[in-house]
Nanobody, 115 residues
């Protein structure tokens, strides 16, 4: 599975952005997809996780109520709608896909929130 993120950029605090993650390859093998973020010197942090097998979506505590993740299976794309952005949301955002054969990651897209 190949993943390509897009939609990152610079936004003021309180603003919104929508990230996209386009999947290609063995899409039918995908069991779950997720959004993660990372800042230099820190561990990668879970943002949102969509489990297609059980039909659930989970969010990291720091983004609950502000971010919404969704998959469009017809377009083979996952989205992350980010609202009420804060400077602490600044990070490189990665999408991931889990299959029975292993995990795939995109190259990441930078999100910068100015105060």
């Amino acid at each position: 599975v190949q993943l390509v993120e897009s939609g990152g950029g610079l936004v003021q605090a309180g603003g919104s952005l929508r990230l996209s993650c386009a999947a290609s390859g063995s899409i039918g093998d995908i069991n779950a997809m997720g959004w993660y973020r990372q800042v230099p010197g820190k561990q990668r942090e879970l943002v949102a996780f969509i489990n297609s097998v059980v039909g659930s979506t989970n969010y990291g505590d720091s983004v609950k109520g502000r971010f919404t993740a969704a998959r469009d299976n017809a377009k083979h794309t996952m989205y992350l709608e980010m609202n009420s952005l804060k400077p602490e949301d600044t990070a490189v955002y990665y999408c991931s896909a889990e299959t029975n054969w292993g995990d795939s990651w995109g190259q990441g897209t930078q999100v910068t929130v100015s105060s």
